[in-house]
């Protein structure tokens, strides 16, 4: 079997080749081939790729290609993961929320809008292709906005797509870590949207145990996802929230950590992956294939170690020395996929969290609509776990519902090109909700692109 990576060239292709290794024969994977238009960045990436195969004595292929069909004809698995626009484009999407008084973050905040209205266009061209090419080939999209670009590509009838998000993963292994249990030993619902979710029940050893959590202190400051929210909102609903959640029930200290910070997130990603590119590229990979994995794995921690940072206005976690750094084993979003395709090859089953058709899950929404919730994945298929109406706090509905009409929205002004829809669709959102302000919103971001960004 074989997965096509379209957006190669993205620096996480590197740990997502490294996840793969430990399972690859188990999951009948032989090859992965890699697609993106900044030749120059994939030539790097698919060096450091081979080289962490090597070290590891493994088998697999890994190679590079100029055009997209090569790395879509015959797939059996495909990967998006795009960045429309490069990081700079992250940097003006946020510049120019926070010159509006908002926040730009780029999946929650408005940020995520100005990409989406960018990437959309692009991943539909690409799922003609893959359609044409490989139609019986299951898509992972892994590009920001994640569920509403999946959403997206749903509405326009793509359906053979999953979004993929790492927050919900993370959080689980953490929360075993802390208690000190195995993962298997612990199950963890979700139900939302992504960067939109909460967690309604956890189980250890099929004995429920939430409770116990949200009333302890220690555990709440001992999560890295938790230890940033007021522990109060976290008890007043019952529930664990996404660390995304942040931007919503601490809007104000998120967006004054922001602005009083010396650079955005964006312009931190940037610089390190300037910086990164530039040392990577003045060397000689082939003689020194090593030395040069080495010197992108300082640069993926110094970006890890100060995610959310800014924002929460927390200290950067430390750093291990230079030289002697692993290879991380792909937990993040390759393992989330990894996982997938391995319960889609099993009997038993895997249980996930995924964004995929809600499929009567979240009852007060259509079964069209993309939700990220825990899902069975098997040979049988996916099947979301259902949730009673009952169960979900109004407070969550009221903003599940909301945040999905602006995805609607979103996707429809995309489709239609319309500025209307757009508008509406940014009026609406939490983070904004003001009609003035949005109509400023979409003339900014059209003059910052240098004309219209819908259409394009």
Not at 13 to 25: D, Q, S
Not at 379 to 404: F, N
Request: contains cysteine.
């Amino acid at each position: 079997m074989k997965i096509g990576v379209i957006g190669g060239a993205g620096v996480r292709t590197v740990i997502f080749i490294n996840g793969l290794l430990k399972r690859y024969k188990k999951l009948h994977i032989d090859e992965v081939v890699l697609y993106d238009i900044d030749l120059e960045k994939l030539g790097v990436i698919a060096k450091l790729c081979r080289r962490v195969v090597n070290r590891e004595g493994c088998d697999l292929t890994v190679r590079e290609v100029t055009d997209p069909v090569e790395a879509i004809r015959g797939m059996d698995y495909i990967v998006t993961t795009l960045r429309v626009g490069g990081d700079h484009s992250r940097v003006i999407d946020e510049r120019v929320a926070l010159d509006n008084g908002v926040i730009g973050q780029e999946t929650t905040g408005v940020g995520g809008f100005s990409m989406a209205v960018r990437t959309i266009p692009v991943l539909l061209d690409y799922c003609d292709l893959i359609e044409q090419y490989a139609p019986d080939a299951w898509v992972f999209n892994f590009t920001n906005p994640s569920g509403l670009v999946t959403q997206a590509l749903h509405s326009a009838g793509h359906h053979r797509i999953i979004g993929i998000c790492d927050a919900p993963s993370s959080m689980k292994y953490r929360m075993a870590n802390y208690l000190g249990v195995p993962e298997e030993d612990l199950y963890v619902e979700f139900f939302g949207l992504n960067h939109l979710s909460w967690i309604r029940s956890v189980k250890l050893r099929g004995e429920e145990i939430m409770p116990s959590l949200i009333a302890d202190d220690a555990f709440l400051a001992g999560i890295q996802e938790l230890e940033i929210f007021d522990p109060e909102v976290i008890r007043k609903t019952g529930l664990l929230p996404n660390e995304y959640l942040y931007y919503y029930y601490h809007r104000e200290k998120a967006l004054g950590n922001i602005e009083k910070s010396a650079e955005t997130r964006g312009q931190t990603i940037e610089k390190v992956n300037l910086q990164m590119m530039k040392e990577l590229k003045a060397m000689d990979i082939d003689a020194d294939p090593e030395g040069a994995l080495q010197i992108f794995l300082w640069y993926m921690q110094l970006r890890e170690n100060s995610y959310m940072t800014i924002e929460s206005g927390s200290n950067a976690r430390p750093l291990l020395e230079k030289g002697t750094l692993p290879v991380p084993e792909g937990m993040g979003y390759a393992g989330v996929m990894l996982d997938c395709i391995e319960g889609m090859q099993s009997d038993e089953g895997k249980t996930l969290v995924l964004s995929v058709l809600n499929q009567g899950s979240l009852p007060f929404l259509r079964d069209e609509d993309v939700v990220e919730v825990t899902c069975t994945v098997s040979k049988r298929g996916i099947e979301p776990v259902k949730q009673k109406q009952a169960d979900i706090p109004a407070l969550c509905e009221l903003y599940i519902r909301v945040i999905k009409h602006y995805e609607r929205l979103t996707a429809e002004a995309v489709r239609d090109g319309s500025e209307d829809k757009a508008v509406e669709a940014l009026m609406i959102h939490p983070l904004v909700n003001s009609y003035s302000l949005a109509k400023k919103l979409l003339a900014d971001y059209n003059e910052a692109y240098g004309g219209p960004i819908l259409g394009k």
